[in-house]
């Protein structure tokens, strides 16, 4: 396979030494170009070449991938401490407003990805802005979902214990059930993967409207206890809780405000994963659009509107609230069984455990495959051993997954009776390397868009473009830099200084900086101007595959029009905005 670039005003084009040596593009006629940075997937029914991944996940799949990656415990259960810490009316808006910056680095990445989809975001940014950056993000990245993924094995094993205690079951028995189903499902292929994530997160979005609907029954009174709460909550105890006696009025609202952040960071944290699975998604100029688009309408159903109704159906100093914010991570902690509880719906709360153990199982899955195709997209971009680039006949990278479920294996120190505090450490660590992740997105956002607008004049040959831009990417940039250093000064408010919580709330920022500054360092690399980015390599592919995919989306559209009304075109038309 032999690749071009085409432009005439690319430097690139003009002097293509220079591009093998910057780039690490390589040419040869028995192998696949190979861009520091990116392997261009093959088909689902291609030739196995020992590099590539394989195209099969369907727009629905990325669509829904993105969206089951989000919703987790970070929703269900984390909630439940927002609001026992900050109030009904600060948590909607702090969670409105991390929704609204989780939507701009959606679109952010989604014009990157739809331009030329690449192997992770350290190909992104290693292409567009600086290979330091690149090495930054993708180690940043890497480590989320080294620690993320065990976290979320010992918060199944914690589910679990809801029926079954300790005493009898070992936790670890349920980590390794857990560990075992998850490396079959990431073994055998993304278009399994896919097809099981794709029916894990219908389930997951059926679980959360059918919450919704339930809160709002409750709201208006027709639980079994018909009390109609209404905004009662918000007037007593009242919409915002004071941070403490010492800090209390206007000013310990505020404190409490700020202090729900980092729990709104988690909440959101797996949305971006649309972006990874760019590589392995058909025609993804058109189904990344789409999975962006969708993200918007999701965010407000699914966070919006039920913590909006979890504010009217429960208050702040709730005593069973107080009660499970102190439980593991199991219905027992969530503040959703606390207002089914309270309107006294029997049966229910077992119920809604099995759903969350449904959304632990999800969460589990896609966060191994994410570790494990970050690795890989380190190893692709030259910033990892290469051997983590191997793939076998299914296009697995099964090196890159094997060391990824060695990390998995961390979740076995959880097994003590301090597994619940473990968990909080845990949830901090991860939310401070995903919004490390956000900001070098935005960065590297920032950086493309100069580089588009600079070579093209315009973004009129873009297949997809955000909105907004590039204003809101700077605005994005400013407030998740603000978080980053706000996300948990209450460390310093109180008598004693809580220094596990700051450490583990802020060492993703130095590790992040020597990470840079590191590479940087030692690779001597450079900011690349605008007028050098390299914008062409590997587009002429992809505009080709893009044109094929419009003839296949014409010719779908009339054989849905000639066979009627059938379950194709209930789909598209009423199912498609939300599954």
């Avoid at 901090?428 to 600079?454: E, M």
């Amino acid at each position: 396979m032999t690749t071009s670039i085409t432009s005439p005003e690319s430097a690139y084009a003009q002097d293509p030494e220079k591009l093998v040596k910057t780039s690490g593009i390589s040419y040869s006629d028995d192998q696949p170009a190979s861009f520091e940075g990116v392997s261009i997937a093959a088909p689902e029914d291609g030739k196995h070449d020992g590099i590539r991944l394989k195209k099969a996940l369907d727009a629905r799949h990325v669509s829904m991938i993105a969206i089951g990656g989000s919703l987790g415990t970070g929703l269900l259960i984390g909630t439940g401490s927002s609001l026992a810490n900050a109030g009904p009316v600060s948590i909607l808006i702090s969670y409105s407003f991390i929704g609204l910056i989780v939507y701009v680095v959606m679109s952010c990445l989604g014009e990157m990805a739809a331009f030329i989809p690449l192997d992770g975001f350290t190909s992104y940014a290693s292409r567009y802005c600086d290979p330091a950056l690149g090495f930054a993000v993708g180690y940043s990245y890497l480590f989320k979902y080294f620690i993320v993924t065990p976290n979320q094995l010992t918060a199944g094993a914690l589910v679990m214990q809801y029926w079954v205690s300790r005493d009898k079951v070992n936790p670890g028995v349920w980590i390794t059930i857990f560990l075992v189903s998850i490396v079959i499902i990431n073994t055998v292929g993304v278009r399994f993967f896919g097809e099981f994530e794709f029916w894990l997160s219908s389930v997951k979005v059926l679980v959360m409207l059918g919450l919704i609907i339930l809160l709002f029954v409750i709201m208006l009174g027709g639980a079994p206890n018909h009390d109609r709460t209404g905004f009662r909550y918000w007037k007593n105890p009242g919409a915002f809780k004071p941070y403490s006696k010492a800090i209390d009025g206007s000013k310990g609202k505020f404190v409490s405000f700020a202090s729900v952040f980092a729990l709104a960071l988690f909440a959101y944290t797996g949305t971006e994963l649309c972006g990874i699975v760019a590589a392995e998604a058909r025609n993804p100029r058109r189904s990344v659009p789409r999975a962006i688009k969708l993200t918007l309408y999701r965010i407000v159903v699914f966070y919006v509107i039920t913590i909006f109704l979890l504010g009217m159906t429960v208050a702040y100093n709730d005593p069973l609230l107080l009660k499970a914010k102190k439980m593991s991570t199991s219905a027992a902690a969530s503040p959703f069984v606390v207002a089914i509880v309270n309107a006294q719906i029997p049966v229910l709360p077992h119920i809604f455990n099995a759903c969350v153990l449904v959304f632990v199982f999800s969460a589990c899955n896609s966060d191994l495959y994410v570790a494990c195709r970050t690795l890989y997209g380190l190893a692709i971009d030259g910033k990892a051993p290469r051997i983590f680039a191997t793939t076998n006949k299914w296009g697995v990278p099964y090196y890159a997954l094997i060391v990824s479920v060695l990390f998995c294996l961390l979740a076995y120190m959880n097994v003590s009776s301090g597994s619940a505090q473990v968990f909080n450490y845990f949830v901090n660590v991860v939310s401070i390397f995903g919004l490390l992740s956000w900001i070098s997105i935005l960065i590297t956002y920032i950086c493309f868009d100069k580089a588009v607008r600079t070579q093209f004049g315009d973004k009129s040959a873009l297949s997809y473009t955000a909105s907004m831009q590039p204003w809101s990417a700077y605005v994005a940039l400013f407030f998740c830099c603000l978080v980053g250093l706000i996300k948990n000064y209450t460390v310093f408010l109180g008598h004693k200084f809580d220094y596990k919580t700051f450490i583990s709330g802020y060492i993703g920022i130095p590790v992040y900086v020597i990470c840079y500054f590191g590479y940087k360092i030692v690779k001597k690399t450079k900011l690349i101007a605008p007028e050098n980015v390299d914008l062409y390599t590997f587009k002429e592919i992809f505009d080709q595959e893009e044109e094929e995919g419009k003839l296949l989306e014409e010719k779908k559209r009339e054989q849905m029009q000639n066979s009627g009304i059938n379950l194709g075109y209930i789909y598209e038309k009423f199912f498609g905005w939300i599954f």
